[in-house]
C-alpha cells in the first residue's frame, strides 16, 4: 500500500538493550514526525524532520534517544539502554510540508514497545 | 505546561444525537487546528482542520468550532453513529513558526451506544 509503515509492530526487550524503530513515510512527504503514546495518555512529540533542514529534536526526553533520517525516506529511532518507562507506543507519521498544503499527517500503524 | 488539552478523558452518547468534543489551548501563536481519530491498535486519522482565519469548518457529519478568543475548539459529531466510538485528539501548530510540528491533546475516548 501506499501508506506509513512501520517496523517492527511489537518489539519486547530487556532493560538495558538498545532498540531501533523504523519508519516508511509516504513517498513525497518531506515531513516527518515521530511521536510516543503512553498507556492512558496523549500523543507526545519526539521530533519531526523537514527536508534537509535540521530535525527540530526538542520533544526527545534523554539523549538516549536518537532519530535519523535518510534525505526524504526511512527514518529510524533508536533507543540506548532501554527503560521501562520507554515502554509506549512508537508512532511515525509524515505530511507533505510544504507552505500550500499546511494539514493533515498521515499515521503509521505504531510500533508497541515493551521494555521488561 | 500542556499547550492543548482535552479535559473530558471519556464521553458516552446516544446513537443520533450529538457529540461534543472540546479542546483548550493556551499558545496564542497556534492559528491551526485539527481533529484526529483513533482506533485502538491503529495510528489516527486525520478528521478535520481550522484556520484561525475562519470560527467553522464543516464536512459531512462532522463540524469543528473555533473560538480565538476564548482559545477553545470544538467537534460536533452529528448524528452520531456508533462506529464514531473512537479516540479523539485536537492538534494545534503555528504556521508563522516555520514549521509544521504539532502539539496534541491527550485525547477523549468517545463511546456511541446504540
Known amino acids: 500500500g501506499a501508506g506509513v509503515s512501520q517496523s517492527p509492530s511489537n518489539k519486547v526487550t530487556e532493560k538495558g538493550k538498545d532498540v531501533e524503530l523504523r519508519c516508511d513515510p509516504i513517498s513525497g512527504h518531506t515531513a516527518l514526525y515521530w511521536y510516543r503514546q503512553r498507556l492512558g495518555q496523549g500523543l507526545e512529540f519526539l521530533i519531526y524532520?523537514?527536508?534537509?533542514?535540521?530535525?527540530?529534536k526538542s520533544g526527545l526526553p534523554s539523549d538516549r534517544f536518537s532519530a535519523e533520517r535518510t534525505g526524504e525516506s526511512v527514518s529510524t529511532l533508536t533507543i540506548q539502554r532501554t527503560q521501562q518507562e520507554d515502554s509506549a507506543v512508537y508512532l511515525c507519521a509524515s505530511s507533505l510540508g510544504s507552505s500550500g498544503s499546511l494539514g493533515e499527517q498521515f499515521f503509521g500503524p505504531g510500533t508497541r514497545l515493551t521494555v521488561l | 505546561d500542556q499547550q492543548v488539552k482535552q479535559n473530558s478523558p471519556s464521553l458516552s452518547v446516544q446513537e443520533g444525537r450529538i457529540s461534543i468534543l472540546n479542546c483548550d489551548y493556551t499558545?496564542?501563536?497556534?492559528?491551526?487546528f485539527l481533529w484526529y481519530k483513533k482506533y485502538p491498535a491503529e495510528g489516527p486519522t486525520f478528521l478535520i482542520s481550522?484556520?484561525?482565519?475562519?470560527d467553522k469548518n464543516e464536512d459531512g457529519r462532522f463540524t469543528v468550532f473555533l473560538n480565538k478568543s476564548a482559545k477553545h475548539l470544538s467537534l460536533h459529531i452529528v448524528p452520531s453513529q456508533p462506529g464514531d466510538s473512537a479516540v479523539y485528539f485536537c492538534?494545534?501548530?503555528?504556521?508563522?513558526?516555520?514549521?509544521?510540528?504539532?502539539?496534541f491533546g491527550t485525547g477523549t475516548r468517545l463511546k456511541v451506544l446504540a
Open positions: 499558545n496564542s501563536m497556534f492559528d491551526y
Open positions: 481550522i484556520s484561525s482565519i475562519k
Open positions: 492538534a494545534a501548530s503555528s504556521t508563522t513558526s516555520g514549521t509544521y510540528k504539532y502539539i
Open positions: 524532520f523537514q527536508g534537509n533542514s535540521a530535525p527540530d
